[in-house]
């Protein structure tokens, strides 16, 4: 048996683990690459957690809006802010002030 060439040498194992190595290089890309699956849940989340954000800030800006409006048309909306916010008081009003202490 002489003639019978071997076909199991150490150059025929290398060659069998190229396609494992190139298979598990597209893996890792696809994974933790710059537009990899896990960089793709991290914008996703952060995508979700500023939408939460702008809706939040519309319904300030919403609030802001009607007292706005509430500025500029009712009179009692200005009044309760300045005495709310300003200390002021009518002319005809008798303020009291009590002191904290018993």
């Given at each position: 048996m002489a003639g019978s060439p071997q076909t199991s040498g150490p150059v025929e194992g290398r060659l069998n683990l190229w396609p494992l190595a190139l298979v598990a290089l597209i893996l890792g890309f696809a994974l933790?690459?710059?537009?990899?699956?896990?960089?793709?849940?991290?914008?996703?989340?952060?995508?979700?957690?500023?939408?939460?954000?702008?809706?939040?800030?519309?319904?300030?800006?919403?609030?802001?809006?009607?007292?706005?409006?509430?500025?500029?048309?009712?009179?009692?909306?200005?009044?309760?802010?300045?005495?709310t916010e300003l200390g002021m008081v009518r002319d005809d009003e008798l303020i009291f002030q009590f002191s904290g202490k018993n």
């Open positions: 933790f690459g710059e537009r990899g699956v896990l960089h793709m849940f991290k914008l996703s989340a952060q995508k979700d957690d500023i939408a939460q954000s702008l809706a939040v800030t519309q319904q300030q800006n919403d609030v802001m809006r009607s007292e706005i409006a509430a500025l500029h048309s009712d009179r009692k909306a200005i009044e309760r802010i300045a005495r």
